[in-house]
């Protein structure tokens, strides 16, 4: 990719310094709400409350990041932070345990209800959590799972997106080397360990990528199910730290936290850009 | 699918699959059933009985001015979406395809919103059009402006779309960017040997061959104003003002959670369950038709 022939196509030129005016303008525009966001949490509140506000950082960061994440506003920043890393890992974890099982099964036995089961595992696509709150609220409840981190976590872990996508690239692995581990003796499960396992390790790490991000940016599940400010997630814990009546919100605390919000999902998506590309296009299509 | 090798047995895959199975017979099936039985019943107001009612709760909703009211604001809301989101993420993945160098630098700058989670955005974006110190509503007042997104569903429905709709400009961009960048050199070529110059090109050969991307997200954005974007309203507007943004995700939760009205809530998320039910389908028919060109 890095060296397109040019050939005939013009690639040069008047043309160009006009595109990256038009993509820096992009990226900048892009780009401003979280500048702004950056640049709030750098201020004191007056500075903010009188508009407009500046435009560059304050001097400020080290007191409302310190503030946010040791005292908050409900609860420190720094326990719902926690209490989204419990949520997003164990979530991305469990979702890729139980894909990786089940399209195990699908791919390499014959068993009864095996159809059954696939298409129970399909139709799940239809059902998003969006669409099944109050019944699904008051299984959990019943369970007594509420302001739990299993309450959190078991409903949004069975995910049939994953199971595909292991089910598809299963379906690449050559016969051969299930026939050889056959002939050989192994038992499934090692087969399972010693091959499947290490051949679906990029698979494997490109979907964390996504699945920890569909985690940590959870909203209305964790609104729901945790009443209790200890156990609130980070991105749903924000709109808490609004107050209720006219009284003026404290902006500074407030951008402090969304950008803490946001530190973790940028990391991996930026640190894990090629595996989060190709988890995202493996994923969709 | 060709006879693949497989391993004996039936107990060890049912326990394999077991786990997956469960959690979807406890926190998937048995809700959606949930609901659909719960959409026959309106509960009595302490909850202690409830009474048959057919399907009383469903003519109810669809003569209710407000849920119809919910589904053009629905529609309205995820084409606007939709349109915001994919035109500017086009215009920059093929300004990013020009470059030779440096688009590596661009992509990484533009795919940041990607991570930002939605209700993390409608906060970002409530903070610059906040009424009293948002520096967007400010300087607009400066210009003589009056921005009131609390008062005026215009401005609250623009407001909702740009904040739901700016993530989802990264997710595009790297589609159509990946889409691009696979579009045959030669044919390209070929256009330019004819004489084509880069906007004839670009009409007569390069968006045909983008239309399947462009389809494909089409209906994943469709599907993500519809279900993903409840964190950007419920921070934004709450659904406000006089309901101008109350999408049917959002009515769900404020009839269940809010209003207690378990039945209609029940009902609508029944109708939900229709439409995504319809979309899942209609992404299907185009995967299936992708693969075999």
Sequence with gaps: MANKINGMVEKRGSGLWLTHVFMVFGVLIIFFPIWLAFVASTVTQPEIVKPPMPLWPGDQLWENYSKALVSGINVPVSTMLVNSFVMAISIAVGKIIISLLSAFAIVYFRFPGRNFFFWMIFLTLMLPVEVRIVPTYEVVASFGMLNSYSGLIFPLIASATATFLFRQFFLTIPDELAEASRVDGASPMRFFWDIVLPMSRTNIAALFVILFIYGWNQYLWPLLITTEPEMNTIVMGIKQMFPSGDDVADWPVIMATSILAMIPPVIVVVGMQRLFIRGLVDSEK | ?293
């Design chain 2, 1 to 293: 699918m060709n006879q693949r090798v497989t391993f004996r047995g039936w107990w060890l895959p049912i326990l394999l699959i077991a786990p997956q199975v469960i959690i979807s017979a406890v926190f998937f099936f048995y809700p959606a059933g949930q609901a659909i039985w719960q959409s026959l019943f309106i509960p009595d107001p302490f909850g202690l009985s409830s009474v048959f009612v057919g399907l009383g709760n469903f003519e109810f909703l669809f003569s209710d001015k407000f849920y119809r009211a919910s589904f053009v604001t629905t529609a309205v809301f995820s084409i606007l979406v939709t349109l915001c989101s994919m035109i500017p993420a086009l215009f920059l993945a093929v300004m990013a395809d020009r470059l030779i160098k440096g688009s590596g630098t661009y992509r990484t700058m533009l795919i940041w919103p990607y991570a930002v989670a939605p209700a993390i955005a409608g906060v970002l974006w409530l903070f610059m059009f906040n009424t009293r110190v948002g520096v967007v509503s400010w300087y607009l007042g400066q210009l003589g402006y009056d921005w009131n997104h609390v008062l005026n569903g215009g401005e609250a429905m623009g407001l909702v779309v740009v904040a739901s709709a700016w993530g989802r400009i990264s997710y595009n961009f790297l589609f159509f960017l990946a889409a691009l960048q696979a579009v045959p050199r030669s044919v390209i070529e070929a256009a330019a040997i004819d004489g084509a110059r880069f906007w004839k090109r670009f009409w007569t050969v390069v968006l045909p061959l983008l239309s399947p991307t462009a389809f494909f997200l089409l209906v994943v954005n469709i599907v993500y104003s519809f279900f993903e974007t409840f964190g950007v309203i419920h921070t934004i507007t709450s659904g406000g003002p006089q309901q101008s943004t109350t999408i049917l995700v959002y009515k769900v939760f404020a009839d269940g959670f809010v209003g207690q009205d378990l039945g209609s809530s029940a009902a609508q998320s029944v109708i939900l369950l229709f439409v995504v039910g319809l979309l899942t389908i209609i992404q299907f028919k185009y995967i299936e038709k992708k693969v075999h060109y």
